[in-house]
């Protein structure tokens, strides 16, 4: 391993990569925008919401979707000035908060679950959701198969409220399992999550993979490895289609026209792909571009 790889991997704490013995090999979002996994233009979206430091939630039933290995790469789109914190366990008391100034501060929880006691849930988790709704960033990952199922989760067993709900500015809906051909991991669906003006939760859907989604998955995240499936459907090769009426909520929740969101997009994507095209893609040299970029 290079010192700067190695350095790359130092920003994380022990058990962040989960119940792997070692962790797996790193991607950064340059690396990830070549796989079918995610495309540039949902990757800008992300830089957009991350470097503001609202809050993005990754979700999978199944393991090995590759949601901490994006969630990882997320953090090279955060401010340089972000002070990061990493919650861990159940039992978090958050008595840090009177020592980070607001809108400074990025919660980071590499999962939110009750499978690990590394993992994130009980009280820790309500405390983390409540932050969200409040204006806290927070990235994190979760096991579900839909928004539908995360959110009764959320509701059910940690009581969160639609506030606290809408501060997970962003929902990715993963699907990942074996085929013969080989591991299909992919966002099938993008979601934006705020308030209407009654104050009730009113998620907007970004987009999604062109065509039905992958099959329920329910329970898969009980296996120790992707269940098996005959085949992806052609769903590897179909377009990630995006709702522009969408992305004009999404503009005004982040205080943007539609138009100026929409540039800002473009921009934030041509510059991935000129890394990718300048062969830029290892994590550390891509966070060192993103720390340059003129428009961050």
Not at 109 to 136: C, F, Q, T
Not at 265 to 273: G, I, P, V, Y
């Amino acid at each position: 391993m290079t010192s700067s790889l190695a350095a790359w991997f130092n920003r994380f704490p022990e058990g962040w990569w989960g119940y792997h013995w070692a962790p797996p090999r790193p991607m950064s979002a340059v690396e990830l925008i070549g796989t079918p996994a995610i495309d540039a233009r949902l990757m800008a979206t992300l830089w957009a919401v991350v470097s503001r430091r609202r809050s993005v939630m990754l979700s999978s039933e199944a393991p090995q979707a590759g949601k901490t290995t994006a969630l990882s790469a997320l953090v090279d789109f955060l401010p340089e000035d972000t002070t990061g914190i990493f919650v861990r366990g159940w039992w978090e008391e958050y008595d840090w908060l009177d020592e980070i100034p607001a809108g400074t501060g990025y919660l980071l929880i590499n999962e939110m679950s009750d499978h690990l006691p590394i993992y994130v849930w009980g009280r820790a988790a309500r405390g983390a959701l409540v932050l969200a709704g409040k204006g806290w960033g927070l990235g994190a990952t979760m096991h579900a198969d839909s928004l539908p199922e995360a959110l009764a989760t959320f509701r059910e067993e940690l009581g969160a409220t639609d506030a606290d709900l809408a501060g997970l500015t962003i929902y990715l809906q993963y699907s990942a399992y074996a085929t013969p051909a080989g591991m299909y991991r992919r966002v099938e669906e993008a979601w934006h999550l705020r308030l209407d003006d009654a104050g009730a939760l009113a998620p907007v859907r970004l987009g999604a993979i062109e065509g039905a989604r992958s099959p329920s998955l329910t329970g898969a995240q009980r296996l120790p490895s992707p269940p098996m499936l005959p085949g992806d459907g052609g769903r590897s090769a179909r377009p990630f289609v995006h709702d522009p009426d969408a992305y004009a909520v999404l503009a005004a929740s982040l205080g943007l026209r539609a138009d100026a969101l929409e540039a800002e997009l473009d921009d934030r994507s041509a510059f991935l792909e000129d890394l990718a095209l300048r062969g830029v893609c290892d994590p550390p040299s891509v966070a060192a571009a993103i720390r340059s970029y003129a428009g961050r």
